[in-house]
Structure formats: C-alpha cells, structure tokens
C-alpha cells in the first residue's frame, strides 16, 4: 500500500465516525419532535372534544333540569303550576299523570318537546310510568343510527329500569345512554341524556323522563372543525360517521380504526397518541368524557401528518446527503493533496524514461490543484519538455472537433429541411428540395474554412424556411378550426333559443305560478310544461336523461308527448295521463337505434287541477311534490320508476294521488337543486332535507318568495361552483274568488 492510499484512508475512516454519531442524534431528534406533536395533539383534542360536549350538553339539555334549569323549562316540573301553555288551575301534565290519563299525558308531553326535536336542540324525548311503560316518545326526524322510538330500540337502561329509577331519587342524572337495535340493521347510538323523575308536591314518583342528544352531530362537528376522520370506539369495535349514514368507508379508515383499537387494551391507555408511519397518519385516542362516567367509550382521532413526515424524512434525506456530500469532499481534497505530492513526480519520471526510447507521444501531467504549481521545479522540468509538442496537439484535436461538430450540425439541419418536404405539396416541396440539393452540393467541395462558411449559410437558410413554411402550415389549420368552433356555437345557441321558445310564457289566470329554469350548458334536459285548458289546467316539470345537446333533444321530445297525452274530451287523472306519455314515450323510443342508446327517459311529476271540482290530483316518476300552508310542509311522493324506462312491466300504471286541500303553495322540482354541491375538498350535496327545512321555514310565504329562499340557499352553498346538472324549480297556487283576504304583499284577495 503507498502512503498517499494510507492517508486517505485514515482520515476517511475518522469522518465516517463523525457522520455515524451525527445520524444517529439526527434520528434521535426527529423521534423527539414526533413525540412532542403527538403530546401536543392529544392535549388540544381532549380539551376541544370535553368543551363541546359540555356545551352541547348546558345548552341544550341542562336547561330542561328541574332543579339547574332555565327557569321557563325548570317550571314545567312545578306540580302547583298555575298556567301552562295557555292552561289556568294546577299543572295539567300532573293532573294527567296522577289520573292515569295516558292519552292526556303524552299530548302534554308533545307540546314540550315536539318543537326542540323539530328544531333538533334534542334527538328524543321518552317518558315512562314507575313500571316502565313508555307514555310518550319522539324523537327527530333527522336522526341517524337506532331511532329510539323503534320497536327495534333498547336503551342499555333498560337492563336494569329499577335500579336506573332509583338512581334518580337524588335528582337528575346525565350520562351516556347507548341503544341497541334489536333487530342489527342499524349502529348502536350512542347518546348524552338527561334523566330526572317527575314529582308530586308529596315528593311521590310519578314519571321518569329521558332527554338524549345523539353525539354523533357533536362527533360530525368536531371533525368538521379540525378536518379529520374520527369514531367511537365501543369496546373492541368503533362506529364513524360513515356507519351512522349508511355509507361505505374510506379503505384507509377502515385500516386505521383497527391500528387505534389494537394500540390500547386497558382503560389506563385509552388516552394516547402516536404517528402511525406506515400510513401516515396521527392516531390519537381520548376518553368519551372527563364529566360522566363511560369507561367502555372514547373517541379515536385520525389526523394527516403525511406532510409533517415526508418533512422530517426530507430533513433525514438531507441530513444524509450532506455528509455523503462532505465526505466526498473531504476525501477528493485528502486525494488531491496527496496527488499533487506524490503524482507530478512520478509523471516526469516516466516521460524521461520514454523520452530516452524515442516516444514523443507520453504526456506530462499539469498542475491542477492549489496544492501544486507550474512555477515549481517539477513545472518548470514539464513546461521545457512538454510546450512544443502540446500545442500542436491541441490545434489538430481542435481542428477536427470543429469539423466533426459541422458535420454532424448539417447532418440535422438536411433531415428536418427533408421532414418539412414531405408536408409540403406541389411547387412548395419543389422548391424546398431544390435548395437541399444546392446545399449539399456547397458543403461537398472547397477547404474547411469554405465548408465552415457554407454551413453557417445552411443553417440560416434552413432556419428562415422552415419558420416560413411552419407559420403558413399553422395559420391554415388555425383557420380550418376557428371555422369548425364558430359553426358549432352557433348551432348550439340556435338550439337554445328553440328550447327556451318551447317553454310556457303565460300562466292561467286563476294560478300563481313562479319559475326557475337554469340549464347547465346552454342548452339542457330540464324542462316545464304548462296547458291552460277552459275546465283543468296541467302542470309538469320534467328531467330528461343527460344534459346538453342530448338532454335537450330528448326534452324536445318529452314536451311533444305532454302535449299529445291530453284528453281534452274524457276524465283524465294525473296517474293515467302520465301513464300514456309513459306509452308514447317507449313507443318513439323503439323506432330509434338502440346500439348507441342508454337507459332513455324522464323523471318527473304532473298535476292536474280540475276547475269545477276544485280537485287537484298528482303523479309521479322518481318526483315528488311539496304542500307549504300556514302551518307545515307535507310531501307526496310519487312511483320509483322513470318515463320511458323499458325495466318496467308494459302495463305499468303511475299513481294517483289526490291532494284534498288546495290551500298554501305547491312546489316541484328537479334533482339538479338536491344535487348542488358545496366547493370544498370533499363536497356534499344540498340534499332534500335543507329543501324541506328551507320549506317549513316559508309557510304562508307566496310561490315567488318560495322560489326566491330555495334558490339563494343554493347558490350561497354551491359558492360560484358551475352547476353539475341542468336544475328546474317550479312553484304554484291557486287564487282564491270569494271574499278578500290579504295576501303576503298586503294586497287583497278573494277567499274561498
């Protein structure tokens, strides 16, 4: 071994020990800052989930405490009440219950609470005698998971009544009620509640009420605020929101939730948190609640730290690759070092000895480092020998590097001119080729500075020509398009102002009758029909198959069966008219190509009313239509089968459905307005239950005003997002002819 190799690898073996002590503090520093983030997650998790869930609970159910409640609600309870709800004399719900009136009780009961479940403050409200017999039960219509109210339910209180009720002597009670569904379609629901017992002025017992908010709105909420996935973990399984909505899990939750329940196996860990690298994820787990007692619950946290990983990971990658970089270094300067000792000399030894031969071919080595000089003796020894013979070296190698770079220059420059050619056609491509001709011709004679000169002129000539022909070759096709585009649009537009002129201008006289038609593209599927006829009057709203120019096509179609279908002679109902377009529909359908065709047809819903009999009747495909009087919103809701669906029997008939009481507004709509999405990461749709709370919400409203609430709600929640659907919304009334009344507008109207 020479000395310049054991230098060198001395002094890398001492760098490798200083990088080896530096990883491993680099890691030891990454898993630190892990920890800390985990510690700090689990800190600001448990304080968050405990502030909502004691909040929720103070406003939502505390106030409805005999003793701590507000004192509207805490009164209630008072035996000696001397008015309720519009009532004199002693509290009737007492009454009720002293006297075994079941019936009275429940309605007492309802007027409590049937407004806060409406408004869903509360899920349920259940109330039960001292046996356990429930006299009252409701609960919301929004609820999600086991309705407590199901024959199916079973409070896990319920296992031991007796016991429950006597742990109310005392007053109140709040903890976490789970039921079950007896029959395991549904997920356990897992409930804070409030119970108490209902007391005579003799302190005797009469009933036991229980108060219960489902927590998963609070669970929805919580991972909504701090945008992850979470569950409660109930024992050795874990519920989310995706089983509480019947919907199917991400693959990676699934995966997740698992990881969480396996890491803590005792109550005394159910509270940690760690990063799981595997998938990248924060798994934290927290207790149920620090107020009430759930030993058996807590809630899993599922938080993306990809971000915080793949930077600690980047930090460790170039932690690594800036030692490698430094020992690299420090190893070519230790090289270079000794190179420029050690290297130089035995060169000079070398060309003397093949000098001596007759070899004027051997090299001399340069000083290339700081380390060495031309100006010392071995320079000086090289420069003497080496100076003539190097530069005429240099000056041949040059000489043929440029040639050889010509060459290869003109070489390319021949092959596009030749690819252009082939584009060309006629005198174009002729005089292209001529020109290729004459350069090759050029650049074939004369000595190297000549060819140097012609190349240049090569270059610039091919240069301009293809720029030439390129630009001309462009600006034809732009044009060929512009052209296509322009006839296109048109076309398109033409066939809006068909659509648009197909649909109804003028409403009958003895109808209020408000209209929103949005298409997606300029054209769309959706459409409404409206036939004024002396003795009843038919009005549809209609969705076609697909959207555009096909969706439009085929409302085309639909509107011409509409007004085929009508039997101006003969009684005709809702479900029998829709049926014969249904007919018509598949019959036009048939004639036509069926390898290109999907599943065509529409969705929708027609009504008929009928002047002298002043009866409205209504059918359904896929559709429903909304009543909004003075006091609620009713549905009716029609078939689920689709017009012109060829799954369907050929005998099918749509139902007829008669809408005794023609007060308030009717509404009907298409799903373009239910399936509006919000703009977020993982949108949701607008849904039927925010139509019909926008409905409830706009009873004794006019069919304008109706129209106007839906759709600023739907375009304040889409936030500017492009519609993903053709939407059509329709609202209606009947004008009243008998004695004025004022309507919302302070204007007088006939009464009926």
Sequence with gaps: MTIKTT???????????????????????NEANQEYSSDNSLQSYTSAWFSNMDIQFENKLLIYDPLEGMAANADLWDPELDSFNGTNGANPLFEALQGKDAESAEAFFGKIFSDPIFEEQITFAVAYDQRGLQLYCESSLYVVGVDPCSQSAQPDYFLNFGSFVKSLDDGSSRSVIKIKDLSNEKPVSINDTLAFSLKDENEKALAVIVLGRNVIDSLEQFSENFEIETAIALDDN?????????????????????????HGTTNEVYQYSFIDKAFSYQITSIPFSKSIRASDLRILIFADQAELITSLNDTEKQTIIFFLFLTVLITAVVFLVTSASFNRITGAIQVLEKMADGDLSANTQKARSVFSSDRDEVGRLQRSIESYRQHRIEAEEDRINRAKRRDERDEIMFEKMTLLSDQLEGQSKDMLLTEISEMKEALSTGDDETKETASI??????????????????AARTHELVEARDEISSSIRYAARLQNALLPKSFPGDFTINVEWRPRDLVGGDIYFIKDLPDKVYIAVVDCTGHGVPGAFLSIIARSQLEKAIDEEHYQSAGQYLSMVNDLLRETLSKADQSNMGEEGFDGGVCIYFRKEQRLEFAGAKASIFNVDSDKADEVAGDRKSVGSTRMASDFQFTTHVIEKNEGAFVMLTDGITDVMSPEERPIAFGRRRVLKILRESVNASPGSIVSNIMTSVDLYRGGAPLRDDLTLLAFSMKSESSPKEDLFGHKRQQK
């Design 7 to 29: 230098i060198v690898l001395i002094i890398l073996a001492g760098f490798c020990l200083v990088f080896g002590a530096n990883f491993y503090s680099s890691n030891l520093l």
């Design 238 to 262: 874990a519920l989310t929101v995706y089983d509480y909505y019947e919907e199917e899990k991400p693959e990676i939750l699934k995966k997740l939730v698992r990881v969480g329940l396996n």
């Design 457 to 474: 002129e090569l270059m610039s000539r091919a240069f301009s020509k293809m720029s030439d022909e390129v630009n001309a070759l462009i």
